[in-house]
């Protein structure tokens, strides 16, 4: 199950990654501009890297979003963000939206630290397949029955 899941982590990831960024090109030219609010910032530091949120809230058409999204690249913010940003909405899911530095409502799905996950847990189902499989016939190799 363990080599399984790291497989499906690992092919999903890219794919993951990929359709975040056509929604983001998507939402680019076709979305509408608005002022959204920083009403949140905050780091989740990870042993190889920490990621920056920000929480954001918008108006469109009337009705109040409320949304997390990261901040910045793979390394997070450059600056600590200002307290409005520009993002373009989607004017059939207003709930959609990319910011101005490229992420989108589902940047917090989309991203490559999954990739180590992926691999630690392919390593491991593989290893317990190979133990269960290889190593109970080299052990009892030379055996015989009374």
Same mark, same amino acid.
Do not use: C, Y
């Given at each position: 199950m363990l080599l399984i899941a790291g497989l499906a982590? @690992?092919?999903?990831?890219?794919?993951?990654?990929?359709?975040?960024? !056509?929604?983001?090109?998507?939402?680019? @030219?076709t979305g509408v501009p608005v002022d959204a609010s920083v009403t949140g910032w905050s780091t989740q530091q990870r042993s190889t890297a920490a990621a920056d949120y920000i929480r954001l809230t918008y108006t469109y058409n009337g009705v109040r979003y409320s949304a997390q999204t990261r901040c910045g690249g793979s390394g997070g913010c450059a600056e600590p963000p200002g307290?409005?940003?520009?993002?373009?909405? !989607?004017?059939?899911?207003? !709930?959609e939206f990319v910011t101005s530095d490229g992420n989108t409502d589902d940047s917090n799905l989309a991203t490559r630290y999954l990739l180590l996950p992926a691999g630690f847990m392919t390593l491991v189902g593989g290893l317990g397949i190979w133990v269960?499989? @290889?190593?109970?016939?080299?052990l009892?190799?030379?055996?015989?029955?009374?």
């Open positions: 982590l @690992a092919a999903g990831t890219p794919v993951l990654l990929s359709w975040n960024h !056509d929604k983001a090109e998507r939402l680019r @030219a307290p409005m940003l520009r993002i373009w909405v !989607d004017p059939q899911h207003p !709930d269960a499989t @290889a190593l109970p016939s080299t009892f190799r030379g055996r015989r029955r009374a």
